[in-house]
């Protein structure tokens, strides 16, 4: 079973949440368990994950690439190798399918991305938009 403990600098309790999880570690490994302990940033949330979703499927309903319509999703993987490009950040790789029917993009995904990461998508995936006269029925983004 996972747990996740996000600790914050700006919550005053923060103390609080670090005993919990130490005591939680203790408890694990004196009853035989292993513990893995990984530090990081959290990754997306779930207002950014809907945030994202949403530009995305906007950007859907509205423009076309290459020539056709494509899903909202495939709108995500678009905007994901974009900002990786711009960013600097590693895109992943094509490699052939295994029937040799097509190629695959193998790399980054939106789900292992920090939420600075994320909002910065956001803001790239919105300048985009507004530069090529998408328009949004809503203002819940980013």
């Given at each position: 079973?996972?747990?996740?403990y996000?600790?914050?600098?700006?919550?005053?309790?923060?103390?609080?949440?670090?005993?919990?999880l130490?005591?939680?570690?203790?408890?694990?490994?004196?009853?035989?368990?292993?513990?893995?302990?990984?530090?990081?940033?959290?990754?997306?949330?779930?207002?950014?994950?809907?945030?994202?979703?949403?530009?995305?499927?906007?950007?859907?309903?509205?423009?076309?690439?290459?020539?056709?319509?494509?899903?909202?999703?495939?709108?995500?993987?678009?905007?994901?190798?974009?900002?990786?490009?711009?960013?600097?950040?590693?895109?992943?790789?094509?490699?052939?399918?295994?029937?040799?029917?097509?190629?695959?993009?193998?790399?980054?995904?939106?789900?292992?991305?920090?939420?600075?990461?994320?909002?910065?998508?956001?803001?790239?995936?919105?300048?985009?938009a507004?530069?090529?006269?998408?328009?949004?029925?809503?203002?819940?983004?980013?």
């Amino acid at each position: 079973m996972k747990r996740r403990y996000l600790i914050k600098p700006s919550n005053p309790n923060w103390g609080k949440v670090l005993a919990t999880l130490l005591a939680d570690i203790d408890a694990n490994v004196r009853n035989g368990k292993e513990v893995e302990a990984v530090l990081g940033e959290p990754v997306r949330d779930n207002p950014h994950n809907a945030a994202l979703h949403a530009l995305c499927t906007e950007i859907a309903k509205q423009k076309e690439w290459c020539g056709k319509k494509r899903s909202g999703e495939d709108w995500k993987r678009i905007f994901v190798q974009a900002y990786a490009s711009a960013e600097g950040l590693t895109c992943g790789e094509m490699v052939p399918s295994l029937d040799g029917s097509g190629v695959v993009q193998l790399g980054m995904q939106t789900r292992s991305l920090p939420n600075r990461q994320i909002q910065d998508l956001i803001q790239f995936i919105s300048a985009w938009a507004a530069e090529n006269d998408v328009r949004f029925t809503e203002r819940r983004y980013g």
